[in-house]
């Protein structure tokens, strides 16, 4: 079983929808978590951070964490064309000797394509 | 400066070849990365640099060999590729090792995309 596990899509929604992407975890010790999007042929770009359980907002985007059941998602309000792009969700932990170590998990990531 | 460049772009080269890929950041970080990503895939951590030292290796062959220079600098040389090592390959950096908070997280360059034939 994957550490992290993301529906990979692809997902396809009209422009204007709300677009709901989920990861869920196995692992307790991660409590970082990260939205990155990738555009195709470009480097992920950090869309969101989040620690604590609860929901964070920037603009568009929700990011959401319930440790308790060890799922996260990134919600899109009124989704836009420009916001078609695989979209990864990323976690880090504070493993024995209380460092990250660097190491990031990635989830499989989910394809999105908003058509107009 | 926010950005991570990666030189070159694109790359093709012979399974004989040896070329290298380079990385440069200007933002004081002192963590620097490389990735491997295939089509489809998320990216997979090859090696991690911490003030100029190897952190990391994820046990990658030894076809690649990475190099740190100085702190803005990471390099990735190339040797006796094998085709199923065409991928896009990320270079990406952080304040420190510590991605344990939203101050630092990592910041990642486009790819260099391998070819190798």
């Known amino acids: 079983q994957k550490e992290v596990e993301q529906d990979p899509g692809p997902l396809s929604v009209p422009e204007g929808a709300i677009v709901s992407l989920n990861c869920t975890y196995s692992n307790s010790a991660f409590q970082y978590f990260m939205w990155y999007r990738q555009y195709s042929r470009k480097g992920p770009e950090l869309l969101m951070y989040t620690y604590s359980s609860g929901n964070k907002e920037d603009g568009r985007f929700t990011a959401q964490v319930d440790k308790s059941s060890k799922y996260i998602s990134l919600f899109i309000r009124d989704s836009q064309p420009s916001d078609s792009a695989t979209y990864l969700c990323?976690?880090?932990?504070?493993?024995?000797?209380?460092?990250?170590?660097?190491?990031?998990?990635f989830g499989q990531g989910t394809i999105l394509t908003v058509h107009p | 400066d926010t950005e991570v460049t990666q030189t070159p772009k694109h790359l093709v080269m012979g399974m004989t070849n040896k070329k290298s890929l380079k990385c440069e950041q200007h933002m004081g970080h002192r963590a620097m990365y490389w990735y491997k990503q295939k089509a489809k895939k998320p990216p997979e951590l090859m090696f991690v640099?911490?003030?100029?030292?190897?952190?990391i290796n994820e046990s990658v062959p030894s076809r690649f060999s990475p190099e740190c220079p100085n702190s803005s600098l990471l390099n990735l040389h190339l040797h006796a590729l094998q085709p199923e090592d065409s991928a896009l390959y990320l270079c990406?950096?952080?304040?420190?090792?510590?991605?344990?908070?939203?101050?630092?997280?990592?910041?990642f360059g486009a790819g260099s995309r391998l070819t190798v034939l």
């Open positions: 640099y911490s003030y100029e030292k190897l952190s």
């Open positions: 990406a950096s952080s304040q420190d090792l510590e991605l344990l908070s939203g101050a630092n997280v990592l910041t």
């Open positions: 990323a976690m880090s932990a504070r493993y024995a000797g209380g460092t990250s170590y660097g190491k990031l998990t």
